[in-house]
């Protein structure tokens, strides 16, 4: 329904999907997790309902958001709070719109008996360099936080990694360079490991939604390995069939082609064997005699190497006999959106990781990514807490760092509030909660064991927070 307003503006709580999607595909805040196919999928991996409101000034669009409402989880309080995750998709410097949209936003909190909406927007904090050193000289967008907290939004606190609506860290490449340039500012190990990856056989190819399962296999090995709660394959089916409506959704698995790395064994084997007939001739010939112990340890070290490539070439034949095409070993999958492209998900398997499946996977989707014509890539999320954390200490980060993209923090996540009474009682009742559930994680630690049922509860308590 739509509501006359003072000024030229108008607010609307039901624009329609078309109306909405044409507005954020031309939107430069516009970002997959305000889509309208997220929305699909929430509703139908939870008990969200979907809205979609819009401020326009002289019948068009100037803001927007998809907000998704549920149920609060405290018992008796039949009151409901809502998510704008990465939104709203409006100009953040244009004073006017947000103060307006913000404004109609809090009546229609009131109106459909919503305690607080929170909002994690997509802009950046400030810039930082690649280590998260804040360069305080450069521009940033403290005016933006500024202004939501003058008109009533509620900053609030960064926990730790990935406890909040989305990652509060992450990093960025610019696609707008070659390929060549995009290659040529990855760190020598990242290109290194590349090009390792390509000659031993590594190639890529893209999967199907029959294909999930394979996908989901890789997943609970990688949850296994990093000691995380996996999500179920149906989860998986309901995002592919949300997001591939429009064909944002896209799989990809790094597989090893088994006859090119027998190739690659057989050529190691026929250089290392080379060389060791030159080394013993060499000795024989005396021409190296100052130098007879080390040429004598090289020969020794050859047939080592030459004995364990024989091996791994009859491994390989056993392997190729249950595996004729090939083995997938890694899997991600990515979300291209308005000429954004996020990587979403990755899993990988425990054997040949050291044929670095990971880092040719993330080369082929930015390939991917600026085939499409996209500007961004988004590496989805790292370590939070840059202060209190050592960056180089946590794996995720070293790997994402690799391919030099730019370090960006989001400015936050604020709560717009329309009944105090109730958002004080969820806030304390949540502190409560979380507090006795650590402190109950924390006398089990002590025992010596974890219980796997308090870890879930946890869990599951946390995604309630928001």
């Known amino acids: ?36 196919e997220w929305g699909k999928y929430r509703e139908q991996s939870s008990t969200e309902k979907m809205y979609l409101v819009g401020l326009k000034e002289n019948g068009h669009l100037r803001a927007a958001a998809m907000i998704l409402v549920r149920s609060m989880p405290e018992p008796l309080i039949s009151k409901k709070m809502a998510i704008s995750p990465r939104g709203f998709v409006v100009d953040f410097k244009n004073k006017d719109y947000v103060k307006a949209f913000t404004h109609y936003l809090r009546l229609f909190l009131k109106r459909n008996r919503i305690t607080f909406l929170r ?12 280590d998260g050193h804040i360069e305080r000289d450069k521009d940033n967008n403290y005016d933006i936080v500024e202004t939501l907290k003058g008109i009533g939004y509620k900053s609030q606190k960064i926990r730790s990694y990935y406890k909040g609506l989305q990652p509060h860290y992450t990093f960025r490449l610019n696609l707008s360079r070659t390929e060549e340039e995009i290659l040529g500012q990855f760190s020598k190990s990242a290109k290194y490991k590349i090009h ?37 394959l149906s989860s998986f089916h309901r995002l592919y069939d949300s997001l591939s409506t429009n ?3 896209k799989i990809y698995f790094a597989k090893l082609n088994i006859d090119k790395h027998l190739n690659f064994i057989v050529e190691q084997i026929n250089k290392k064997e080379n060389r060791l007939l030159q080394v013993k001739k060499n000795v024989l010939e005396k021409k190296l005699k ?35 095409d090939g083995l997938i070993l890694s899997g991600a999958i990515a979300i291209f959106h308005n000429q954004k492209t996020w ?51 946590c794996p995720l980060y070293r790997f994402k760092r690799n391919f030099n993209g730019d370090f960006t923090e989001f400015i936050g996540e604020f ?26 994680r924390k006398i089990h630690a002590e025992e010596g064991f974890i219980n796997k049922n308090l870890l879930s509860l946890f869990r599951r308590e946390q995604k309630t927070e928001f």
């Open 247 to 249: 064909g944002s959704i």
């Open 415 to 440: 709560d717009l509030v329309a009944s105090p009474l109730y958002y004080y009682i969820h806030k304390h009742l949540t502190l409560h909660k979380r507090r006795m559930l650590a402190w109950k």
């Open 290 to 324: 100052a130098k007879l112990e080390k040429v004598n340890l090289e020969a020794i070290e050859l047939k080592e190497s030459i004995d364990k490539l024989l091996m791994q070439k009859e491994e390989m034949k056993e392997l190729k006999s249950s595996n004729p």
């Open 1 to 36: 329904m739509e509501r006359n307003i003072q000024n030229s503006f108008t607010f609307s709580d039901c624009i329609t999907e078309e109306e909405y999607n044409e507005f954020v595909r031309h939107h430069s805040k516009s970002h997959f997790l305000q889509s309208v």
């Open 343 to 393: 990587y979403l998900y990755g899993a990988s398997s425990n054997e040949f990781r050291h044929l670095m499946p990971n880092y040719l996977i993330q080369w082929h989707m930015i390939k991917e990514a600026k085939r499409k014509g996209c500007n961004m890539y988004d590496f989805f999320g790292m370590l939070s807490r840059v202060a209190k954390f050592k960056p180089l200490e």
């Open 119 to 130: 909002i994690d927007p997509d802009i950046r904090l400030h810039p930082r360099t690649i």
């Open 196 to 232: 390792l990856a390509e000659t031993r056989g590594i190639e890529m190819i893209e999967g199907t939604k029959e294909q999930l399962d394979i996908y989901h296999k890789l997943h609970l090995i990688t949850s296994q390995r990093q000691h995380s709660s996996p999500r179920s």
